[in-house]
């Protein structure tokens, strides 16, 4: 192992942090820890109009919320505008780039005659070798590198394999805009330069880039990284990741109430695989992380396989944890669903009492939280028609006898509650479902609950024989 691995994550502020980035950003950090590295974080913030301040933040919480940590200050890629405009200027002086004074219409004109052809759009190096005492007036040039025009380019991919461009197929760059702005491109290659990246980890959609940016990093005489390009994640059937298949910012997982450290998981099997093992700690990801593990195809998203996964992480979660992830989606989820956006110390003790009963049944922080309405719910329950129809056709009546058990109980414990209600169905001569369906539609306003004496225990006596009362007098 070696500590001089530097990996980078480069978000582009114009949205959410969404799923595939928050994947790239797992990769990039696990194959930084697995070597002992640095994961460096770089906004890319060159689209001025599109770059917002509000998706930095977002970009900032979604990874502190993954428990993805960068080593150092995050660096604002347009602050380094003058320094990649120095780059190109470099270039320039060494005949590696040049001015070219095409105007947008016969650039327009290229891209036509292209498409009729049936040739790749490309630029048609008509500057390229050209003096500019030949530009025309009022023409403000951009700057584009000399690119390699015959052999071959090829990125020996930590993912891909061996891959190869023609240069024909690969036209002179532009690296600096007409108004004097650096591309992408430049810039990019000139802050990982200068960050001392060893390992650029990204999605395949960037692999041709890697050819171009490959061609600045040799005029510059610089050492490229190693590529490491990995497929993008697609939805179930197959096509392209869209809203409907779970596109989504990790901010909206966050508030769907997926678990960090269950997404976290998710994430690391699409795409990568070790064995067979689907469950992983934080400490055997990092130990077991390695590039060439990575799949060529894309992963497929599966919710179904996240709420599972998910379900799984909450069962094994400490009761208290679980009530505390609660408590830090409640002011967005509590209003929708008619409930407080805090937690007061009863409410608190109840839900933790609760919870290894709804835990088993949920696999999700909102399927928590429906399970747990009849703690939130207050008197008198509003019932919801399967609740009413347990407590029709003799449950009332049933009730009634099963509340005078309850209430002459010592003591109230799961133990002693049960067979109370036990005693009371044998006494109605009825089935214990008979006693204890109604009784559930009483306490909980539902026809489906945790188990049943745990409900009572955590309602405590007062609350339970009020709201059996309640139901009673509604006869």
């Keep these: ?39 460096l974080l770089r906004i890319e913030d060159t689209d001025r109009e599109r770059s917002t301040e509000a998706a930095v933040e977002a970009i900032f919480d979604g990874l502190r919320w993954l428990g993805l940590d960068w080593d150092g200050d995050a660096i604002r890629q347009f602050s380094r505008a003058d320094r990649h405009a120095a780059v190109a200027h470099e270039l320039l002086a060494q005949g590696r780039a040049y001015h070219c004074y095409a105007t947008p219409e016969e650039l327009e004109a290229m891209r036509q005659e292209a498409r009729t052809e049936g ?31 015959t052999g071959e380019t090829v990125i020996d991919d930590e993912v891909q394999g061996s891959v190869t461009w023609r240069n024909e197929n690969l036209d002179d760059l532009v690296l600096l805009r007409s108004d004097g702005t650096p591309t992408y491109m430049l810039a990019v290659v000139v802050d990982d330069h200068d960050m001392g990246v060893t390992h650029v980890i990204r999605g395949d959609d960037h692999l041709t880039n890697a050819a171009r940016q490959k061609h600045i990093y ?56 070790h064995g067979d093992q689907e469950i992983f700690s934080t400490d055997e990801m990092i130990a077991a992380f390695s590039l060439p593990a990575i799949g060529r195809s894309p992963a497929r998203f599966d919710f179904a396989k996240l709420e599972s996964l998910n379900g799984h992480y909450m069962r094994q979660a400490p009761d208290s944890e679980l009530v505390t992830a609660i408590e830090r989606i409640l002011p967005e989820v509590g209003p929708d669903r008619g409930l407080p956006t805090t937690l007061d110390a009863p409410t608190r003790a109840k839900l933790v009492a609760a919870m290894p009963g709804l835990k088993e049944r949920a696999k999700t922080l909102l399927e928590l939280i ?19 129809a347990l407590l029709e056709n003799g449950g ?48 909980t306003g539902r026809a489906t ?21 309640d139901q009673i007098a509604q006869a």
């Excluded at 309850?406 to 799961?414: C, Q, R, T, V």
């Design 218 to 273: 040799d005029a510059l005489g610089w050492d490229v990284p190693v590529m490491a390009h990995i497929p993008l994640i697609h939805g179930p059937d197959g096509a392209k990741l869209s809203k409907r298949h779970g596109a989504l910012g990790v901010d909206a997982y966050r508030s769907l109430g997926y678990l960090p450290e269950a997404l976290r998981n998710y994430l690391v099997r699409l795409g990568w695989g």
């Design 370 to 388: 429906d399970g747990a309405y009849f703690i939130f719910a207050s008197r008198p329950l509003g019932l919801d028609e399967k609740a009413l």
């Design 1 to 39: 192992m070696t500590s001089s691995v530097v990996t980078r994550f480069a978000p582009s502020p114009t949205g959410f942090l969404h799923i595939g980035g928050a994947r790239t950003a797992l990769f990039n950090w696990l194959y930084a820890r697995r070597h002992a590295g640095r994961m």
């Design 449 to 469: 609950s945790p188990g049943l004496f745990d409900v009572l225990a955590v309602l405590g006596r007062d609350e339970s024989l009020g709201r059996i009362a």
């Design 396 to 443: 009332r009546e049933r009730l009634r006898i099963v509340a005078d058990k309850l209430g002459a109980l010592a003591e109230w414990s799961p133990e002693a509650t049960e067979a109370a209600v036990r005693e009371a169905a044998q006494e109605a001569g009825a089935k214990l479902g008979q006693v204890a369906q109604p009784l559930r539609a009483a306490l």
């Design 119 to 149: 040739r790749p759009v490309r630029y048609d190096g008509r500057w390229r070798d050209r003096d500019s005492s030949d530009a025309p007036a009022g023409v403000r040039p951009v700057v584009r590198l000399k690119a390699p025009q």
